[in-house]
C-alpha cells in the first residue's frame, strides 16, 4: 500500500508540473525566435504602426489594438446577453430549461471557421445594408462629440464591429455556462428570505444571486475574455486584414491571431521574428489578464471576508 501510495503521489506530481514544463517551453521558444526582431526594433516595435515586409519594417500596435478593441467588443456585447440567457434558463421551468441549456451548450461546439463563414456570407451582408446604416442615420440625428470617430471609415460590412459581434456570439456559451451554475448554487433559503421580505425578482437577482456569485460571474467573464483574446479563424473572416490603426469601429483592420494565421506560412527572416515576437505580446497579454484576474478575485474576497 506504501509503495502504491508513492507512485499515485509521484504521477500527480508530475500532472501538475507538467502545464508549467509546456507553458515554459512555448515562451522559451517565443523568446528564442522573437530575438531578432528586438534586437533590430527594441522595445520601439510595441508602439510601431508600420508593417511593411517589402523595406523590413515591422510594429505591433496596430495587431495590439485591434486585439483588444475587438475583445472589449465582444465583452460588451456578451455580458448582458450571457446574463441574461442564463438568468432565463435558471428562473424558467424544467421543459423550456432543459432544451434552451442544451441549444446554448450546442453553440461551444460550432467550429470557429463555421462561425467566420456565416459571418462573410450572412453577418457582413446585413452589416452593410442594414446595421451600419442604421447606427450612421440613428446616431448622426445626434450631435455627439466624437461619433465621427466612433465609426470611422466604413468597411462595407467588414471591420472591428462585425468581427466583435461574432466574438460575442463565440463566447457566450462559455460565459453563459458559469452564469448558469452560479446562479443555481445560490441556496433556496436566501431567495425564498428575500421573497419574504417583499422583494422582486429583479431585486432577489441583483442582491442576492449576483452578491452570492459574484465571483463565479467573474470568472465567467475572464474566461470569456481569454477566449475573445486569441480567437483566430472567426476573426480573419470579417476583420478586413489591414494592417492600420483602428480608425473606428466599421473600418477594418487586424489583430495578433489574424496577422499569425494570415501570414505566418509564408514568412521568413525577418518578419518571421516580428512574427513570434507578436505571439510573445499576444502570451504575455494573456499571462497578464490571468494574474489581474487572480489579483482583482483575491480582492473580492477580502472584502467579503472570505479570506482568513
Known sequence: MQQTDTIFRIICQIGAFLPLLLVAG????????????????????????????SVEDYGALPHVLGTLLTTFLSLFLAIPLSFAVALLITESPEWLNRPLSHCVDLLAAIPSVIYGMWGLFVLVPIMQEYVQPLLTDMFGLIPLPGTAWIWGEDGGGFGFLTAGIILALMVLPYMCAVMRDVFRMTPPMLRESAYGLGCTRMEVTRDVVMRYGIRGILGGIFIGMGRALGETMAVLFVIGNVMDLPSGLFSCGTTIAATLANNFAEATGLQQSALFALGLVLLLMSFSIQLLTRYYLHRVEVVRGETY
Open 26 to 53: 512555448i515562451l522559451s521558444q517565443l523568446c528564442v525566435h522573437s530575438t531578432d526582431a528586438w534586437e533590430h526594433f527594441g522595445l520601439s516595435f510595441l508602439w510601431g504602426s508600420n508593417w511593411d515586409p
